[in-house]
């Protein structure tokens, strides 16, 4: 199955930063927590506006994303994050485009 990427962009006050931080990582361990559903992942700050912040996720397949949606009200970190976070500003998921040579 084809692995699906995340990028999710937050405003986040300086005030909160560290938090949300250390809150993310605690998400990606429960999200994890019963089959690594997130292969690898990112928190990137914008270089020109310290408070956004992108969470870059590597997922195992579209499956995951999908059923970590559907649980996402029950891991204990989503709705403190969720407190934090001013604004959400992107939020999208990508799988890899394979060009033909036709």
């Known amino acids: 199955m084809t692995k ?44 020109d506006n310290e408070e956004e912040i992108c969470w870059h996720l590597t997922w195992a397949n579209i499956e995951a994303v999908k059923a970590s949606s ?16 001013g604004k959400k500003l992107y939020y999208g998921h990508f799988v890899s485009v394979i060009a033909s040579n036709t």
């Open 4 to 47: 699906c990427t995340e990028f999710a962009v937050f405003e986040v006050t300086k005030a909160n930063l560290g938090r949300v931080l250390a809150l993310s990582e605690s998400l990606f361990s429960e999200i994890n927590a019963n089959k690594k559903n997130i292969l690898e992942h990112q928190i990137l700050v914008k270089t």
């Open 70 to 85: 559907e649980q996402w009200s029950s891991y204990p970190s989503a709705a403190k994050i969720e407190q934090l976070v």
